[in-house]
């Protein structure tokens, strides 16, 4: 057994990192400027987006897309109960009313026939969630938003990068937001960026920065001038210099990150085929997983303990682990407002009840991942009826 804990999800930082931050830090310009500049168009051309916005975290992202989109009061926007609180909060602060809908078995991503029958006059928007790094069904979706015409924002905080039918995701629908907090594929500690159209882009900028016409770097720079006009109630979620710094070095690692986690992916798929008490993740044919996590999900007939004891006595062989995510109409807040019971949503109810994470990360050694596995099994032998 492992003596040492086994962290579920630490960041890679190294020394290109480093030394971008102490440049920034060591100029004159700290906050929004040039650096936050080319880390949008570099990171716009990877995902093969037309035009990006970098902002202070996904969330942010996701509101001001929404405000960019004209949401507000009355409005309806669909999305899927199985993601992070922060893609329903978005659609509450702006006055809207998220409708959850349950998820597909496989992938845990939205279900589109669920999607198409919660479409009512008052729907404007769908936002589908790449779950745990695996494309949504594209196809569906843009077939309903363009029938109905209903606008796309992804929560791509997993997925980056992912391909559904050749093309990454970032570049497929209305808006996409993608998170660099501190466990994500790509880390600037908190960040967050969202890509679009450019007129799309430019409207979302002024919602994240006061509504003002003109931003800081125009105005306090040698070109710039005193004026500006707030022409719309804004937000203020403007990513840093800092953050880009450490953002452009993580965007030209990235590939060589996701290389190391699909080789991660193999051993586990290797490992635990053979093990009777696990529901392995799929990679559907037509898409690429940016494997952002490892989902097993348990046979609890074949086992004598819960979800819940099994991560106990993970962490007693020294492995950290997570569950991902506990169903948003759970949560007190949505559950009592709208009045949700669990098994509203069936699919999404049976899949947190046996779901764990297991450590997916390129810092992983071969032997953490034969740690694991060996843990996992050895759980299994244990605690099998
Ligand atoms: C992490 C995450 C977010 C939030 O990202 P932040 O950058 O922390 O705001 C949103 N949605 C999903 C699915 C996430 O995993």
Redesign the pocket.
Known sequence: MRTKFLPFSPPLIGREEIDEVVDTLRSDWITTGPKTRRFEEEFAAYVGAKAALAVS????A?LVALAAMGIGPGDEVITSTN??C??VHVIEHLGARPVLVDVEADTLNVDPAAVEKAVTSRTRAIMP?H?YGHPCDMDAILDIAGRRGLKILE?A??ALPAEWRGRRIGGIGDAT?F???A??NLTTA???MLTGDPDFIERARLWSLHGMSRDAYKRYSAEGSWFYEVVLPGFKCNMTDIQASLGLHQLRKLEGFQARRREVVARYQAGLRGCDALELPTERIGTRHAWHLFVVRLRNDTLRIDRATFIEEMKKRNIGTSV??IPIHLHPFYRDKYGYSPEDFPVAMDAYRRMLSLPLNPRLSDADVEDVIEAVLDVVTESRR
Do not use: P
């Open positions: 975290s996904a969330t942010d996701m993601t992070f922060s893609t969630v779950v929560d905080a997993h937001a998170s660099f907090y466990t994500k908190e960040g967050g991902h995510f």
